[in-house]
């Protein structure tokens, strides 16, 4: 089965940079979105930033200009990297595939475990 694992949590003081990761662990045959969500304490899952075919990208608006969402050329991997942090960065964050496994199969999303990113003063 397909699943999505991310690494690269943890915390670091404001103004820190880090870099999360999450890996498919199997092939898929099409993916239509990369995404990464984020859920802070008593907050609902907001999106973050999305990757679109094409390599469009869309961000939140508190982080444009410090996070970058990319891919690996295979589509397996995407990466949020992020700069600039702030406590109010703190959060799980989500990563989102939006894709089927082959050409007659349903679109399927698909959800990581969470990592947990926390910016201290």
């Known amino acids: 089965q397909v699943q999505l694992v991310e690494s690269g949590g943890g915390s670091v003081q404001a103004g820190g940079s880090l870099r999360v990761s999450c890996a498919a662990s199997g092939s898929l045959f099409s993916i239509a979105a990369m995404s990464w969500y984020r859920q802070a304490p008593g907050k609902q899952r907001e999106l973050v930033a999305s990757l679109t075919a094409g390599d469009s990208t869309n961000y939140a608006d508190s982080v444009k200009g410090r996070f970058t969402i990319s891919r690996d050329s295979g589509k397996r991997t995407v990466y949020l990297q992020m700069n600039s942090l702030k406590p109010e960065d703190t959060a799980v964050y989500y990563c989102?595939?939006?894709?089927?496994?082959?050409?007659?199969?349903?679109?399927?999303?698909?959800w990581g475990q969470g990592t947990q990113v926390t910016v201290s003063s």
């Open positions: 989102f595939y939006s894709a089927k496994l082959y050409p007659v199969g349903k679109w399927t999303d698909y």
